[in-house]
């Protein structure tokens, strides 16, 4: 068979089934109507997910603009952190150089599928290779419902949820992530280089997976089209931030939620009266402090992969602490009251 | 619902049921899992119903969709959810792969992003290079050397394959 015909009968096999195509035009039939009563409001909505999609995943990057700023959990504004405080040049340089790497070889790792996944690995200029600087790319799975949802993060264990869908919403869209840890890596199928300090290793993917559940992401729309997201996020040992990163015209105060450590309520104006709806952005940020005995609460899990238990001083090493942090960001659909009632309900 | 709108969701119905194949079969070209094809058919056939081209024959209709889906799944996969830690470095991708082993269908999903819209309107749709120029607003010879190479590559992927 020629190239042509080749090409055709794949793309064929490419073709959605009748229930992709319904599900789809289901979704769309129901976008399609509130857009033509108002083509605003979808777009509105667009952007608060991307606003949302800024405030999480730029956490991480420490580049000053005016548009953000940094607060403690006090809601007290705090200088912007400066990852190479206290570090001698050399170390810096080293720092410079790991990360370099690091988001240099994120582009060489293929992507992962439902049985295998790849690691990344660091050849050092001698030709060994460095197992303990790796990369790897998360798993990400998406689920229908909530129900699925929860019980995968009741599998989980120690992540904590809303216990049901905020009242007025409907669930649009639950990813969690996973991050497998070299050290688990059971099967070694293959490994090739990429480039002359890269080595990429193919692994079998391990039936425990989905204990590793590192990050989650809620999506929830009412019927007015107003968003509503919930993200959580499992920290590493080395980087539990206790500078925020907030939007640089909000204004934010501690807040007391029940079971959490910490918590700031963030918003455009949080003076307003509490029973009135506020049509801005509003979020609630919060930090969960678990208490874990390494010989009970581990179980089969291997915490220790990404290194996100911490040790207790003078506890000894039995008990350690795990720190999560939960966001859930509100774009004018619910008053501050209801915000904080939906944090109480995180278990 | 006035007339207008009326007339506008009968368009975009029937937009639909002529493109949805074609739509969906080039965004998994570029995303390679089911949940994120379904979402950026959706945003494509969004896009299509907020902007309400007037298309002037099928054609049009079909090059305007393959664009748009083309650069919306290029977007989603330039910014979708990528964090960076110093180690252990973490980065996103679906696990929900295609339907079934392939190996032409595996060589085209890893070809590169750019030659996916010219291969797709080349070989499946019959397109000459010419119009897929015309469409893309690039020169032909830079959709001829598109076609060719990523020809090129699938050739020697699938030799690789035979011999291995």
Same mark, same amino acid.
């Given at each position: ?94 720092? @410079? ?7 240099? +070889? ?11 996944? /790849? ?19 998360? =798993? ?12 995968? =993060?009741?599998? @989980? ?50 039936? @425990? ?56 309520? +963030? ?61 859930? =960001? ?18 | ?18 493109? +949805? ?42 090059? /305007? ?51 996916? +819209? ?47």
């Amino acid at each position: 068979m020629n190239i042509h015909d080749r090409v055709v009968q794949s793309f064929n096999k490419l073709t959605p089934d009748e229930a992709t195509k319904a599900r789809i035009h289901g979704r769309l039939r129901a976008q399609a109507s509130s857009h033509h009563h108002s083509p605003l409001r979808h777009s509105h909505r667009r952007l608060g997910i991307a606003l949302a999609i800024t405030i999480l995943f730029c956490a991480t990057v420490f580049a000053a603009t005016q548009l953000h700023k940094y607060v403690n959990w006090k809601g007290e504004p705090v200088p912007e952190p400066n990852l190479y405080d206290g570090l001698s040049e050399k170390d810096v340089s080293v720092r @410079e150089q790991n990360r370099s790497w690091a988001l240099r +070889v994120g582009d060489l790792i293929p992507d992962n599928t439902h049985s295998e996944y /790849w690691i990344a690995y660091r050849i050092s200029p001698d030709g060994a290779v460095d197992e303990k600087f790796a990369v790897v790319k998360t =798993i990400n799975r998406r689920f229908d419902t909530y129900a699925a949802f929860q019980a995968a =993060i009741s599998a @989980e264990g120690v992540l904590l949820m809303p216990e049901k869908i905020p009242e007025g919403f409907s669930l649009e869209k639950a990813e969690v992530s996973y991050t497998l840890p070299h050290i688990l890596a059971p099967v070694m199928l293959d490994e090739q280089k990429a480039a002359d300090d890269v080595l990429l290793r193919r692994y079998a993917l391990p039936p @425990e997976k989905d204990r590793y559940l590192t990050m989650y992401r809620l999506f929830f729309v009412n019927q007015q089209n107003r968003s509503l997201l919930i993200t959580c996020e499992l920290h590493n040992r080395s980087s539990i931030p206790d500078n925020l990163r907030i939007e640089g015209n909000s204004n934010a105060r501690s807040v007391i939620i029940d079971g959490m450590d910490k918590a700031l309520l +963030v918003g455009g104006d949080v003076s307003q009266p509490s029973a009135e709806a506020n049509p801005a952005t509003m979020s609630v940020i919060m930090r969960h402090k678990s208490v874990l005995s390494t010989a009970n609460d581990q179980g089969t899990r291997r915490w220790d992969y990404i290194d996100v238990m911490t040790d207790i001083p003078g506890a000894g090493p039995l008990l350690v602490h795990l720190y999560s942090d939960y966001r859930i =960001i509100s774009y004018g659909g619910l008053s501050q009251d209801d915000l904080l009632n939906i944090a109480g309900t995180f278990h | 619902m006035t007339q207008q709108n009326l007339d506008n969701q009968l368009d975009i119905e029937a937009i639909y049921a002529r493109n +949805v194949d074609m739509v969906y079969r080039v965004c998994f070209s570029f995303l390679k899992n089911k949940a994120d094809t379904e979402d950026a058919v959706h945003d494509t056939f969004m896009r299509c119903m907020r902007a309400a081209p007037r298309f002037a024959n099928e054609a049009h209709e079909k090059g /305007w969709l393959v664009v748009t889906a083309g650069n919306l799944c290029r977007n989603r996969l330039r910014h979708w959810w990528r964090k960076n830690t110093p180690l252990d470095e973490t980065a996103f991708s679906g696990n929900d792969g295609p339907p079934t082993h392939d190996d032409t269908l595996d060589a085209i999903l890893a070809l590169p992003d750019r030659y996916k +819209v010219s291969l797709y309107l080349h070989y499946y749709e019959g397109w000459p290079a010419g119009d897929i120029a015309a469409l893309l607003r690039r020169p032909a010879s830079t959709v001829r050397n598109h076609l060719s190479e990523a020809r090129r590559l699938l050739k020697e992927r699938l030799t690789d394959d035979e011999h291995t």
